[in-house]
């Protein structure tokens, strides 16, 4: 993406020593594509949180008993 693009090219200036974790809170920003996690570490993502705080295609969230659900369970794979 041009965001990516762009932390990566103020990166090439930054110390050698700083090594940044992208991240993605919340899988929300998935739905239900499969191709978007690919999409996400092809762009630099190193983890996403499966929920924040709602529930959402791969989880439930922090006020349910919901765990992962089945599209959850793929997209761990």
Known sequence: ???????????????KNLKPLFAVEGGAVVGKDLKLLETLKS???????????GENAIAGGSGTDK???????????
């Open 1 to 15: 993406s041009e965001i990516m693009r762009d932390i990566k090219l103020k990166l090439k200036s930054a110390p």
């Open 67 to 77: 765990g992962l659900t089945r599209f959850g369970r793929e997209a761990i794979r």
């Open 43 to 53: 762009d630099g993502v190193c983890y996403l949180t499966l929920t924040w705080n």
